[in-house]
Each structure stands twice: as structure tokens, then as C-alpha cells.
């Protein structure tokens, strides 16, 4: 009787401790560092190198991050892959697998890992986007074919390391991405958030401290540069993904095979010629991240001369201010239930209206598929001589910058 109490207090007191011993904040504290171990692996494994190609990886982490993903989330990278790269291919259409603009809000915030599965069982999808996925014995016969056995060797883990509460450290893992990726990456990181550029879609930056979810809450840039290892691009931006990156470059566990452009000055030319053309298409979205910069100052001096005449309760006042938050954009991104208030805007400054005249027109020279190269750079000495004679500081300024840019 006595060793048979022996036995059932050792039982308790393993389901109560694990083998570990861990007090409740040092749970806390592994749980969070398994977490962010599984974001670290599908930001810089899944999604950076495999699907983007940004960055090749040695076989050490590789290797790892595939054996662990398929302990914390079951996912398979070929799936994975091919349906991210199909959400770059289709953006924002009825055939993004997870576009809130296609599908609504709600459903990818609620269901987005339901969405993830159905385009998982997708043929047509994994062979047309999934190229170049793992391939080898350990994939087709471990990873692929057993997806579901990962997850339960993790809660088994779990369960002998912490006792009973490992069961809620694994309910933890298994819900990350779908809320971090699923939810918030897919949702809100097209629905809400701050733009750096005007990427064709509706993409958005979370957040400008990309910590949480390893750099991915700087989605606008992702979308801006997609072919890029590393996410931030303002000097105020981290992305904690690029630094476990360097690192492993340092010591020689992986290799950047592309960073955001960045737009180069020199010397400013007498006119536009073919190099600052090239300049111009190869950093157009930086360039008009810049322009919007002019545009916006325009509202606020236009907000400045109404407030000087006491006007800050007037339409005018009213529809400066939503100028100043839409006129930077392409026209299409603008919502119908404002473009009439932006226009009336527009109308109130000749400057303003000349501003975002002479935006689309730059616009043109990248979107224009059906023109020569040398009319292009014609097309650019006529904007850069209209800018300068414009007697409007911000184009003048700014033509100035084109032509110092250089390929």
C-alpha cells in the first residue's frame, strides 16, 4: 500500500510539475519563447526564403525550422508557399485565398485558417505556385504525408515538460498563427495601419516595430518589395526578422540575395536623360512616397491660411483635412463617399490642383507600357521643365531630385 501511494503521489506530482519543475512564470515565459520561435521560422524560413526567395538558408536551420514548424503547426511547406505566393499573384481579388477586401474583414479575422485550409486542398493552386518547395525523403514521407503527427509528438512534449498545464502551453502554439498570420497579418494588415507607398493593393503597416510577429507587421512594405529579406525601410521601423537574418549570415548560416532599393543622388543634371529614367521606374515607389510628402504640406498650409482666417468650422476646413489624408493617393484608392469633398479641395488652391495633376502624370511614365523609351524620357524633360517653371517651391524642389537621381 505503501509503495502503491508512493506511485500515485509521484503521478501527481509529475502532472502537477512535469519534469521540469517550472513555476507559473516560467511557463509564462517558455511558452512565449516557443511562440516566437514558430513566428522566427515562418517569417524567415516559410516566408522569406521559400516562398520569396530573398535569402538562401544552410541546411542547419532549414532542416530545423521545417522540423519544428511541423511540431507547432502542421503546416507543409509546399502549401504554404504556394498559397502566399497566389495572395501576391491575385491580391485583393475574388481569387486572393485570404484578401479582407475580396472576402470581407470578418471572414479572414474569424475563419482565416479555415480560408488557408481549403485553398490548401487546391491542386491547381500547389502546382502552379508551390514550385520549388522541399522535395525530399523526410517531406513526402514524414512531413507531408504525417502532418498531424508533429502536433501531437508537440503535445506529448509539452505535457512531460510542464505536467497538465502543458496541455495549455500547446492550446497556445496552436492557435498563434492562426490569430498572428491567419488574422492579424491577412486582416489587419489589409484592412488598417499606415502606408509607406502605394503599393497596387491595399496592404498596410501594422505596426513600424516589427516584434510580435518577427517583422511581418510591416506588411506594406512586404507587398511594396516582396522579393526583399528585409521588411523595414524607415529609419524609425524594426524589423526583428532582418536581425536573427544578420546574425545568421554572420556566422554564415544564410545569404541575402536582396534588400529594398534604395533612390541614389549624384550630381544634378542639366536635363533628364535614359539613366534617370531608369532611376526613376527601378525606385518609382520610393520616389512617390516622397511626392506625397509635398502634397501633404500643401493641405497644411492650405489648413494654416484657414485657421488664420478663422475658418476651422467651415466645409472647406472639412474637406482640406480629408485631402490631406487622401490626395497623396492614386486615384482609384480613394473611396467614392470622399472623392467629391477631395476634389472640392483641389479646387479651393490652384497649387494643390496643379500638385496632383502633375502626380498622375508622373504616375504615367511607369504605367505606360505602349510608348518608347525615348518618349518617356522626352515625357520626363517636358514634367522636370513644367515642375520648375510652375513658381510652386515642392515641384520645383522635387524636379531638382529627379534629375540627381541615378541608376
Known amino acids: 500500500m505503501t509503495e502503491l501511494s508512493s506511485i500515485w503521489y509521484s503521478l501527481i506530482n509529475w502532472l502537477s510539475d512535469g519534469l521540469l519543475g517550472l513555476g507559473g512564470w516560467q511557463i509564462l515565459v517558455v511558452t512565449l519563447v516557443f511562440t516566437h520561435l514558430t513566428i522566427a521560422a515562418v517569417t524567415i524560413y516559410l516566408h522569406r526564403s521559400q516562398a520569396h526567395r530573398s535569402l538562401d538558408l544552410h541546411a542547419i536551420p532549414s532542416h530545423f525550422f521545417r522540423f519544428w514548424l511541423w511540431m507547432t503547426t502542421g503546416m507543409v511547406t509546399k502549401e504554404w508557399v504556394a498559397i502566399h505566393r497566389k495572395h501576391h499573384a491575385k491580391c485583393e481579388t475574388v481569387d486572393d485565398p485570404h484578401s479582407p477586401v475580396a472576402h470581407g474583414i470578418k471572414t479572414v479575422l474569424l475563419t482565416g485558417s479555415e480560408l488557408y ?7 491547381e493552386t500547389l502546382a502552379k505556385y508551390g514550385h520549388g518547395a522541399p522535395n525530399d525523403w523526410i517531406e513526402r514521407n514524414v ?7 508533429g502536433v501531437a509528438l508537440m503535445l506529448i512534449i509539452n505535457v512531460l515538460l510542464f505536467g497538465a498545464i502543458g496541455v495549455t502551453v500547446w492550446a497556445v502554439q496552436m492557435i498563434w498563427i492562426p490569430i498572428t498570420a491567419a488574422g492579424i497579418i491577412n486582416g489587419i494588415g489589409h484592412f488598417w495601419g499606415y502606408r509607406n507607398f502605394e503599393a497596387v493593393d491595399a496592404s498596410t503597416n501594422v505596426s513600424p516595430w516589427g516584434l510580435i510577429i518577427g517583422g511581418e507587421e510591416l506588411h506594406n512594405n512586404h507587398h511594396t518589395y516582396p522579393t526583399s529579406a528585409k521588411l523595414s525601410v524607415k529609419p524609425y521601423e524594426f524589423d526583428i526578422g532582418w536581425a536573427y537574418i544578420r546574425a545568421l549570415e554572420m556566422v554564415g548560416l544564410a545569404k ?6 534604395q533612390l541614389k543622388l549624384g550630381v544634378v543634371k542639366a536635363v533628364a536623360d535614359n539613366q534617370t529614367l531608369e532611376a526613376l521606374i527601378a525606385n518609382r515607389y520610393e520616389v512617390m512616397a516622397k511626392y506625397a510628402g ?3 504640406q500643401a493641405c497644411a498650409d492650405e489648413l494654416d491660411r484657414l485657421r488664420a482666417q478663422g475658418k476651422q468650422n467651415t466645409e472647406g476646413w472639412s474637406n482640406m483635412r480629408l485631402a490631406k ?3 497623396h493617393r492614386d486615384a482609384e484608392k480613394i473611396p467614392a463617399a470622399v472623392k467629391a ?13 496643379q ?9 504615367q511614365l511607369w504605367t505606360r507600357t505602349n510608348v518608347s523609351a525615348e518618349q518617356l524620357v522626352a515625357d520626363l524633360q517636358a514634367w522636370c521643365h513644367r515642375a520648375e517653371n510652375s513658381g510652386i ?15
Open 355 to 363: 500638385l496632383v495633376t502633375m502626380r498622375e502624370e508622373l504616375r
Open 256 to 261: 541575402v540575395r536582396k534588400t529594398p532599393p
Open 393 to 407: 517651391a515642392a515641384l520645383q524642389d522635387f524636379a531638382r531630385t529627379l534629375r540627381a537621381a541615378r541608376a
Open 143 to 149: 512531413y507531408t504525408r504525417h502532418s498531424a503527427m
Open 294 to 296: 509635398g502634397l501633404k
Open 117 to 123: 485550409r481549403a485553398e490548401a486542398k487546391n491542386r
Open 341 to 353: 469633398q477631395v476634389a472640392s479641395a483641389c479646387g479651393q488652391s490652384a497649387d494643390l490642383s
Open 325 to 327: 489624408r487622401w490626395l
